[in-house]
C-alpha cells in the first residue's frame, strides 16, 4: 500500500473519530439533585396522609424538604429536614377543606434530595394514609421508584 494510501486512511479514521467524539461528548452540567414524587391521591375528613421518608446504607446526613401539593402546584405544606442514616422522618397532612365540595382533598407529594446520597445508600419513602378514628393505616403507597 501506498504512503499516500496510508495517510489518506489515517486522515480518514481521524476525521470519524472527531466526528465521534463531538456527537458523544457532551459538556458537563451541574448534576441535578434527585427528587421522588407520588401521584396523585386524596383523603377525606377524616383522614391524615403521611409521607415517611428514610436513608439507608448512608454516612452522612442528606438535608431534603419534603412538600405536598395540591392539583395545581400550590403548596399545601412543606417541612426541611435532615435525612440522618437509618432513622425516618414524617411529615403528616391532615385534611384541609379547599374544594367546593369540601368532602375530599387531591393531592401529590414531592421529596427535594439537597444533596445527592453516597452511591452506596439509597432513600426509601412510603405515603401512607390513617384513618384519624381508629389511628389505622388504611393505605400505603410505596417507593416511587419502585
Known amino acids: 500500500m501506498s504512503k499516500f494510501k496510508i495517510l489518506t486512511v489515517a486522515v480518514g ?3 470519524v473519530a472527531v466526528a465521534c467524539l463531538v456527537h ?4 458537563v ?3 441535578q439533585t434527585p427528587f421522588f414524587v407520588f401521584g396523585v391521591t386524596g383523603i377525606i375528613p377524616s383522614e391524615t396522609a403521611r409521607l415517611n421518608v428514610v436513608s439507608v446504607g448512608v454516612r452522612d446526613a442528606i438535608p431534603a424538604q419534603l412538600v ?3 392539583g395545581q402546584g400550590s403548596i399545601l405544606m412543606q417541612s426541611a429536614v435532615e435525612l440522618v442514616p437509618g432513622r425516618s422522618v414524617s411529615l403528616d397532612l391532615p385534611f384541609i377543606e379547599r374544594s367546593a365540595s369540601g368532602n375530599r382533598l387531591s393531592f401529590y407529594t414531592r421529596i427535594n434530595l439537597l444533596s445527592k446520597p453516597d452511591k452506596d445508600g439509597y432513600v426509601v ?3 401512607e394514609v390513617i384513618d384519624n378514628n381508629t389511628g389505622r393505616t388504611i393505605r ?3 417507593d416511587p421508584e419502585g
Not at 24 to 27: D, G, N
Open 125 to 127: 419513602s412510603t405515603l
Open 24 to 27: 458523544f461528548v457532551r459538556p
Open 68 to 70: 405536598f401539593l395540591d
Open 140 to 142: 400505603v403507597i410505596v
Open 13 to 15: 479514521f481521524a476525521f
Open 29 to 31: 452540567h451541574a448534576e
